[in-house]
């Protein structure tokens, strides 16, 4: 009935160019091994599940009819990113480390009853020579941002965004992301908004890249 945290993180917080060419090889081969399983989709959004993996483990292809260059930069962008993504709360670089890499915290509202999660990054982000841009992250420490009772630690092991362009003013989103959400949360709820909040997210983002604001944003 509930979802319980029983994963801890891996040891190594590196991100390595074998981590990104092998979820970029995923990405263009086009296909998903018959592990993954389609949940549902529209005429812009698929969302797949792995049904082999007690994690969260979705893949998400998205259409844009925007540049890659915005929709990557409004993605990855923190201070774009909470004008317009409506839960979060907060989300701050605390260090960067290099051109490529820095670390990031994030604190998300949780629907109620849930308590709040929040999320500590290494994140890499780079343009390849193809033209893809892509966006790395994984869970990790730092002495700056240590576990607190306000928010319960989520982990995460993989959440990458690949971003193709189409055309000129179009683009594809290929999302992986692998986490472990912390704390017990009723299984119905955690299934009713994995498989909902991709679909409110390509909103929120499609109305950034048209230049409109949310209406409401998260709080504490």
Same mark, same amino acid.
């Given at each position: 009935?509930?979802?319980?945290?029983?994963?801890?993180?891996?040891?190594?917080?590196?991100?390595?160019?074998?981590?990104?060419?092998? %979820?970029?090889?995923?990405?263009?081969?086009?296909? &998903?091994?018959?592990?993954?399983?389609?949940?549902?989709?529209?005429?812009?959004?698929?969302?797949?599940?792995?049904?082999?993996?007690?994690?969260?483990?979705?893949?998400?292809?998205?259409?844009?009819?925007?540049?890659?260059?915005?929709?990557?930069?409004?993605?990855?962008?923190?201070?774009?990113?909470?004008?317009?993504?409506?839960?979060?709360?907060?989300?701050?670089? %605390?260090?960067? %480390?290099?051109?490529?890499?820095? %670390?990031?915290?994030?604190?998300?509202?949780?629907?109620?009853?849930?308590?709040?999660r929040d999320?500590?990054?290494?994140?890499?982000?780079?343009? &390849?020579?193809? *033209?893809? &841009?892509?966006?790395?992250?994984?869970?990790?420490?730092?002495?700056?941002?240590?576990?607190?009772?306000?928010?319960?630690?989520?982990?995460?092991?993989?959440h990458v965004?690949?971003?193709?362009?189409?055309?000129?003013?179009?683009?594809?989103?290929?999302?992986?992301?692998?986490?472990?959400?912390?704390?017990?949360?009723?299984?119905?709820?955690?299934?009713?908004?994995?498989?909902?909040?991709?679909?409110?997210?390509?909103?929120?983002?499609?109305?950034?890249?048209? *230049?409109?604001?949310?209406?409401?944003?998260?709080? &504490?």
């Open positions: 009935l509930f979802w319980k945290k029983k994963y801890k993180m891996e040891s190594n917080t590196e991100i390595t160019d074998n981590e990104i060419k092998k %979820i970029v090889n995923t990405y263009d081969s086009g296909e &998903l091994d018959e592990e993954w399983h389609l949940v549902t989709e529209n005429k812009n959004v698929q969302l797949f599940r792995h049904g082999k993996d007690e994690l969260l483990n979705y893949i998400t292809i998205m259409k844009f009819p925007f540049p890659a260059e915005k929709v990557f930069n409004l993605s990855c962008d923190l201070e774009k990113r909470k004008q317009w993504d409506t839960v979060y709360i907060e989300a701050t670089v %605390i260090e960067k %480390i290099d051109d490529e890499r820095d %670390i990031i915290y994030t604190h998300v509202k949780a629907p109620y009853p849930v308590k709040n999320s500590l990054y290494l994140r890499r982000r780079k343009q &390849l020579d193809d *033209g893809k &841009l892509i966006s790395f992250m994984k869970s990790c420490k730092h002495k700056d941002r240590p576990i607190t009772k306000k928010a319960v630690r989520a982990t995460t092991y993989h965004y690949i971003i193709k362009p189409l055309t000129a003013n179009s683009c594809e989103l290929f999302m992986a992301s692998r986490h472990d959400i912390g704390g017990a949360v009723p299984r119905w709820l955690v299934k009713q908004v994995s498989t909902s909040k991709p679909f409110s997210w390509y909103k929120e983002l499609s109305r950034a890249c048209a *230049g409109k604001m949310p209406l409401q944003k998260a709080k &504490l």
